[in-house]
């Protein structure tokens, strides 16, 4: 079966999944977390790509990430984050081959109606595979890193989150309300299903939008037989 067409569109939040090799750990210590992370607040700068949320679980990684105008920047920072995770890895455990599946999973976001979504489906990741009880007790996620008074200087502030409020400390709150209120069942399927096969996360509002844009019509199909990672 052919692959999947990537669509990558400027200026837009994309969803970005990237699982290990077989469903492999590829965080076996706390110090690959830590050096992942670097890696991305390194080259995000490089690539000038803005971070909205991140997640690290133990075989796979989700990221919220906006590509500039160079769109290309985007398959460039993640082929930079599986090289060096990789490197880094087989150097300290002696071991080669690879670490992550050859190609990452990402699917474009309608901003004013998912952007938000998708952050708190990554940053509930933990929850809903069972690891915590909140997300604030899982230390590798963006959700724990928003803090009361401005953006990190790895994870970025979209207009859609500053519309949450007047004060860094009222859009915290409000955005906190709205994660730990959950995702609805219907929210959770469009967005498994849309990174699955590489689609839209959004609705036929942005498919007409993607396509002025591409010339492409994405619509949207049944799911994949395999499921995605929680």
């Excluded at 920047?73 to 690879?98: D, E, V």
């Excluded at 219907?186 to 689609?199: F, P, V």
């Amino acid at each position: 079966m052919p692959r999947t067409g990537r669509v990558v569109l400027p200026n837009y939040p994309h969803h970005v999944v990237q699982r290990g090799h077989n469903r492999q750990v590829v965080f076996p210590q706390l110090q690959d977390y830590r050096y992942y992370l670097d890696t991305l607040h390194e080259w995000k700068v490089g690539y000038d790509i803005k971070v909205y949320a991140w997640c690290l679980m133990t075989n796979h990684v989700h990221l919220v990430l906006e590509p500039p105008e160079a769109v290309e920047n985007l398959g460039r920072l993640m082929k930079r984050l599986a090289g060096r995770q990789t490197r880094y890895i087989n150097r300290r455990l002696g071991r080669s081959g690879t670490l992550w599946e050859g190609r990452y999973k990402s699917s474009p976001i309608q901003t004013d109606a998912y952007l938000l979504a998708c952050c708190r489906y990554a940053e509930l990741n933990p929850v809903r595979a069972g690891m915590v009880d909140d997300p604030d007790s899982y230390p590798w996620s963006s959700y724990r890193s928003r803090p009361a008074s401005s953006a990190t200087a790895l994870l970025d502030e979209h207009p859609t989150y500053r519309a949450l409020g007047r004060s860094p400390a009222e859009r915290l709150q409000h955005y906190r309300h709205f994660v730990l209120a959950g995702t609805p069942d219907a929210e959770l399927r469009l967005i498994r299903q849309s990174l699955q096969r590489c689609q839209l996360t959004g609705d036929g509002r942005f498919i007409d939008i993607v396509e002025r844009l591409t010339g492409r019509r994405i619509e949207h199909k049944a799911p994949g037989r395999q499921p995605l990672p929680r």
